[in-house]
Nanobody, 122 residues
Framework: QVQVVESGGGLAQPGGSLRLSCAASGNIFSMATMGWYRQAPGKERDLVAVSTNGGRIIYADSVKGRFTISRGNARNTVYLQMNSLKPEDTAVYYC????????????????WGQGTLVTVSS
């Protein structure tokens, strides 16, 4: 079993900042990717930023230059620093972890967190 827990959402003013945290735990043998997605009311869930163990980072065009994804010193953690927030950043933000669980034969996993609400409003 793998669990993913996010924290750090809340209310921010336009132009403000928030930092989201995500930690994955459980029977993890290796982590391939950890990333952030968001879903605004009435819209589909979209990629925000993803980080791979190989060091590759991908950002959605809408957040480039404003958001920064980083992996923590603690194993299997990822952060999302969000600066210059805009009202259109309002959404539920989800963390997703993907990799391989312990045991034989090797099995992949892909687990979502429960989501954390970010509201940008004056």
């Amino acid at each position: 079993q793998v669990q993913v827990v996010e924290s750090g959402g809340g209310l921010a003013q336009p132009g403000g900042s928030l930092r989201l945290s995500c930690a994955a735990s459980g029977n993890i043998f290796s982590m391939a990717t950890m990333g952030w997605y968001r879903q605004a009311p009435g819209k589909e869930r979209d990629l925000v930023a993803v980080s791979t163990n190989g060091g590759r980072i991908i950002y959605a065009d809408s957040v480039k230059g404003r958001f920064t994804i980083s992996r923590g010193n603690a194993r299997n953690t990822v952060y999302l620093q969000m600066n210059s927030l805009k009202p259109e950043d309002t959404a539920v933000y989800y963390c997703k972890a993907a990799g391989i669980v312990t045991g034989s034969p090797a099995r992949n996993f892909e687990v979502w967190g429960q989501g954390t609400l970010v509201t940008v409003s004056s």
